[in-house]
């Protein structure tokens, strides 16, 4: 595979079979798992080289938004406190106007009526709605989204469209995706990226004979 | 014989690098108490105030009970057994001996362990299996911070808390069953009570809500996050996190008793 690099204001989305290791290489870059074949840097960072303190640090400083496929949010909260958890964890912005902010957004993608619900009563729909709302109200600068936009219709896509949009518009966040297909990101200034079926290096079959 | 030694050598081997995983988890939060004076310090105090409420508050009226009921035994005990040589002047004595020192704090961290101990391992493996763990990290919030230290610091506020509430309700229910059998008066029984208690003895009681407390969400916590990555691990870390704790606290428990009471 070709080197890829993505810029500010750009979204690059890798495409491929199921398996392929879109999901394992996005993994890589937000520093979760390890890959000697490849190497992948996130505003010059090698993430998954780094200890926890220095990666939650550097994390923390580029407002990274990493959302995998299963989009968690932390089941003891209620959904407006997960909006929120990193803004007020980190300090990066008043209480007040990030409150103002995510309650803006959750009622403009339909789930307004979810502020005090804990996430178990979400749908995943709603659940993804949610995760993708709280990466995009910290104003990420990086962003690497594991099939963001599957299964999301109506007004969730709707709402949740125009903050990738402003993102990439303001050309302060680099967007790096992962998908089936380029076409779920239909409305948006994307750049596929084709990834190969993962090569067999090698493989063995022994018999005791 | 290789077998077994080999079975030794591995579990001797499995048990050095459990205990090197604690000190290291329970070395992080002590490490992360700095960043407190940050912004984290709002989110650490709401969660570690839920705990409370959940570990302390909400086991009162269970500790209540079984203190007011363990403190009417230990005087209808000594009452059966002594009669005729002066109990009353002894029911003092033998509640501070008896419950004060030994079973209050014991019976408050059994409870603990048993309401809290097996929750917390359950919630933070939940939350380790559906990726949460790894999603506070993507967001640069530190998990030992988050989610270890403010159940550490309400295990230990909360079971100092229902320590004490054990040794007062143990004192009310050891009266009513004095007062059942004899003429005591209140004043005379509190009396007693007040001069069995050594300052040692109010000393042990902080000490052990911290040594206890936090062996039960080092053991609960540090089982619930280091599940794999099968649901039925779930459970598994309940289960090794309350055994693990019962020990924990037993073996400390002896420990103290020797040194400070031999």
């Known amino acids: ?209 | 014989m290789r077998r077994f030694v080999e079975g030794l050598g591995s579990r001797v081997r499995a048990g050095l690098i459990t205990a090197g995983e604690m000190a290291s988890l329970l070395s992080l939060s002590l490490r992360s108490i700095p960043a407190l004076l940050g912004p984290a310090s709002g989110m650490v105090a709401r969660v570690a105030v839920r705990q409370v409420f959940f570990t302390g508050n909400q086991a009162l009226p269970l500790t209540g009970l079984i203190a007011f009921l363990i403190g009417g035994v230990v005087v209808i005990q000594a009452i059966t057994r002594l009669s005729g040589l002066g109990v009353e002047g002894f029911a003092g004595d033998l509640l501070v001996i008896a419950v004060l020192r030994e079973l209050g704090p014991l019976i408050a961290a059994v409870i603990v362990i048993g309401r809290s101990g097996t929750a917390m391992a359950a919630e933070l493996a939940t939350m380790r299996l559906r990726g949460e763990v790894d999603d506070l990290e993507t967001m640069g919030i530190d998990p030992v911070q988050y989610l270890f230290l403010p159940r550490l610091i309400g295990a230990v506020v909360s079971l100092f808390g229902l320590m004490v509430f054990f040794d007062l309700l143990a004192a009310l229910g050891g009266y009513a069953a004095l007062g059942l059998q004899t003429t005591t008066p209140l004043r005379s029984y509190l009396t007693s009570i007040l001069g069995a208690i050594q300052a040692r003895d109010l000393a042990l009681i902080p000490a052990k809500a911290i040594l206890f407390g936090g062996m039960i969400a080092l053991s609960c916590c540090y089982r619930g996050l280091s599940v794999g990555d099968s649901p039925t691990e779930i459970p598994r870390a309940a289960t090794r996190g309350v055994v693990m704790s019962l020990v924990g606290i037993f073996v400390a428990d002896s420990i103290v008793a020797m040194m400070v009471y031999s």
């Open chain 1, 1 to 209: 595979m070709d080197p890829l690099a993505v810029g500010p204001g750009e979204m690059v989305v890798l495409t491929g079979p199921a398996g392929c290791g879109k999901s394992h290489l996005l993994r890589v870059a937000a520093g979760l798992a390890r890959d000697d074949d490849r190497r992948v840097t996130v505003g010059g960072h090698d993430l998954g080289g780094m200890s926890h303190r220095t990666r939650r640090r550097a994390v923390a400083a580029m407002k990274l938004l990493y959302l995998s496929q299963e989009a968690p949010l932390v089941s003891n909260l209620t959904v407006l406190e997960n909006l929120l958890l990193p803004i007020r964890y980190l300090g990066e912005r008043s209480d007040g106007e990030a409150i103002e902010e995510a309650l803006g957004l959750m009622s403009s993608a339909g789930i307004g009526w979810a502020e005090e619900e804990p996430p178990a009563r979400l749908s995943n729909e709603d659940r993804k709605t949610a995760a993708l709302l709280r990466g995009f109200l910290r104003r990420p600068v990086a962003a690497i989204l594991d099939d963001p936009l599957s299964g999301l219709e109506g007004s969730r896509l709707a709402a949740v469209l125009p903050l990738v949009r402003a993102a990439l518009g303001k050309g302060s966040c680099a967007i790096l995706a992962a998908a089936s297909e380029l076409k779920e990101f239909t409305g948006l200034p994307a750049r596929e990226a084709p990834l190969p079926p993962r090569r067999i290096r090698t493989a063995t079959l022994e018999d005791r004979g």
